[in-house]
């Protein structure tokens, strides 16, 4: 049995979707409650160009339609984690019914051999914008000092990467399969296994392909609809903490169906490594509890993250129980 298999809530509940053309403080609201709730959302009217989306799209087709040589051939000399994958995610021996393509977004160098590397940097830019503008409404209605998260990744260091995903139907893929032991899920594929965002935040645009479920409070996964007009925004681990636990982190996973590709593009926006990440004073006030963080740099937690397996809840070894006084100053 796969581990996290557990119950899919019926099809009629989805994530909240936030139309970004309200009024400022209307979407702020919303934007803060369902980081409190369920920790993902999705957002409407996001004016992210739709030509820069199509370009981006049709250029990682290409790219996942040449022959596995040619594909495995790009990788970064710089890092060489990075470039082309096949099912194996990550350090730590997690794997899934995934090919993939990694990008530092600040590996200039490696961008610039691709063929469409202007898709992507302009992809880059329109992402990271909208990611901007989230992290400012957050800190609006948080009443929280104006550009607090999103200053973090604004940086010309920033550590934030772009990872896009493409779960291939099942008979692509040689040797075997693992399945979940559910009979109604009995054609479904762990493509990418259960996880939090480690980074700030994390923000999703799909093909018009389902598969990404998400864990709510009550444990089971809850299917996000996938809406090709939209951005799929989640709070990751370190903003979970500079909020001191207010916003949440969640689990989530994707689950291949085999009969149709899913393309998904994430933009992972992170400090640079260097940053001090803690729970930020305003909010150990107004949460009226003592702060559940210690407080360490991106890097520290970065090398923690990618020492352990995807599965494993990587933030309660940071929780603390004391209050410390190395307080931040954002
Ligand atoms: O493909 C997706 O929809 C989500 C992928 C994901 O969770 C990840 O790349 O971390």
Not at 44 to 50: E, K, R, S, T
Not at 240 to 255: E, Y
Request: charged share 20%; aromatic share 10%.
């Amino acid at each position: 049995m796969v581990k996290g298999s557990q119950k899919i809530v019926s099809v009629d509940q989805d994530i909240p979707i936030i139309d970004m053309s309200q009024e400022r403080t209307q979407v702020s609201k919303q934007i803060v409650k369902a980081c409190e709730t369920l920790g993902f959302f999705k957002v409407v009217n996001h004016g992210v160009d739709q030509t820069i989306i199509s370009r981006m799209e049709q250029e990682s087709i290409n790219f996942f339609a040449k022959p596995v040589h040619e594909k495995n051939s790009v990788k970064s000399a710089n890092q060489p984690n990075f470039g082309y994958g096949f099912r194996d995610i990550g350090l730590s021996g997690d794997s899934g019914e995934i090919e993939y393509l990694l990008f530092h977004t600040n590996d200039s160098a490696f961008l610039s051999q691709f063929s469409f590397s202007s898709a992507v940097n302009c992809y880059i830019e329109a992402v990271k914008q909208l990611a901007r503008e989230i992290l400012d409404l957050m800190a609006e209605e948080l009443r929280v000092p104006p550009y607090t998260f999103s200053k973090l990744i604004s940086t010309v260091d920033s550590d934030s990467l772009v990872r896009v995903n493409h779960y291939t139907p099942s008979d692509e893929f040689l040797g075997g399969t693992t399945r979940v032991s559910d009979k109604s899920e009995s054609l479904m594929r762990v493509g990418f296994g259960e996880h939090t965002d480690p980074q700030i935040l994390t923000v999703l645009r799909s093909n018009g392909v389902g598969g990404l479920q998400v864990s709510n409070s009550d444990g089971l996964w809850v299917p996000v609809f996938s809406d090709p007009s939209a951005f799929c925004v989640n709070v990751g681990d370190l903003l979970q903490v500079m909020t001191n636990g207010r916003f949440i982190s969640v689990k989530h996973r994707v689950m291949a169906s085999g009969k149709e590709s899913r393309l998904s593009t994430a933009y992972f926006a992170a400090p640079p490594l260097q940053a001090k990440i803690g729970p930020i004073p305003p909010m150990i006030k107004t949460v009226n509890q003592p702060r559940v963080y210690q407080t360490f740099t991106w890097s520290e937690y970065k090398k923690f993250v990618y020492s352990h397996r995807l599965e494993d809840s990587r933030l309660d070894m940071f929780r603390t129980c004391k209050d410390e006084d190395d307080e931040i100053v954002y």
